[in-house]
């Protein structure tokens, strides 16, 4: 008998990770949170990708090289969206995301 | 296969307690009222995430995961919350819309889809073998030979970030700092 582990597992705990993750970028006001939020579906995803990768057992490790490349992104995207509230913070004494309408017609 | 198949392998005991942590983590993330508990629930989600992967056998990500995220990612986010002044206490007005229950409602709608997208498709498939561990050697040819192109874009994404994070959040003088800074 070989290991009983179900594909869908992962998947199914990625996927409510996400919702997670989407329920906490509609609800949160303040800008850093929302990057939290984020954060937290860029790893739902990074789950599936090595889950994946666990099952089709591709000889180059595409899955994981896919995540290594997702992991970068999602640090760079980090360093620039801190920089962006930074300024919006400082320009507007708030980084509340509903407190930016500026541009809304 | 039944629910005792499924517990008798001990991964399994072992993938529910990790996602059991990862999932009540994740959801103190969103819903934590205070964001310096927030960032740290996040550093347990992750961890939690890092735990997987060991578990799927890759372990070089797990590690990648860990220096990057929970020693990184997550210091530039306290850094955040401290500089923005984000409401550290208890001042839940001010941290999420009134708006949940729409916010809920499409959330639980999203996970229904995706459940049963998920289900339709895979069903009760089992990963037939887990390896012991996906060799980082295979993981630095495929970087360095197949991927060499977009691994080099990466590293330019991230200079980019670099010199376009300090370049936004850097301070412009004023006026007078200018000039006391010209006639030094």
């Known amino acids: 008998m070989g290991v009983e582990v179900i594909l869908n597992q992962f998947l199914i705990l990625a996927a409510v990770l996400f919702v997670m993750g989407v329920y906490g970028l509609l609800v949160r006001r303040n800008a850093v949170m929302v990057l939290l939020a984020v954060e937290l579906m860029l790893a739902a995803v990074n789950i599936n990708l090595v889950a994946m990768e666990a099952f089709w057992q591709t000889t180059e490790a595409l899955g994981q090289i896919l995540a290594v490349f997702i992991i970068t992104v999602a640090a760079a995207e980090v360093g620039i969206g801190l920089a962006i509230i930074l300024l919006i913070f400082r320009n507007r004494r708030s980084a509340n995301v509903d407190e930016l309408d500026l541009m809304r017609w | ?184």
């Open chain 2, 1 to 184: 296969m039944g629910f005792e198949d499924w517990i008798a392998e001990p991964l399994n005991w072992v993938f529910a307690v990790i996602a059991l942590a990862t999932v009540v983590s994740g959801f103190r993330v969103v819903t934590s009222p205070n964001v310096v508990h927030a960032a740290l629930f996040l550093v347990a989600a992750l961890a939690g995430t890092a735990a997987l992967f060991l578990l799927l056998a890759a372990e070089f990500l797990a590690w990648v995961l860990v220096l990057v995220y929970i020693g990184a990612v997550i210091v530039l986010f306290l850094f955040g919350i401290m500089i923005t002044r984000a409401p550290t206490g208890r001042d839940e007005s001010n941290l999420d819309h009134k708006r949940r229950l729409p916010a809920a409602l499409v959330s639980l709608a999203l996970l229904a889809l995706l459940l049963w997208g998920l289900i339709s498709q895979w069903g009760d498939t089992t990963i037939d073998r887990i390896t012991a561990g996906t060799p980082t050697t295979v993981l630095g040819e495929g970087l360095l030979g197949r991927f060499v192109f977009p691994f080099e874009v990466v590293g330019f994404v991230l200079l980019a970030a670099l010199v376009g994070g300090i370049t936004i959040a850097r301070r412009d003088l004023s006026p007078a700092e200018e000039k006391e800074w010209e006639s030094k």
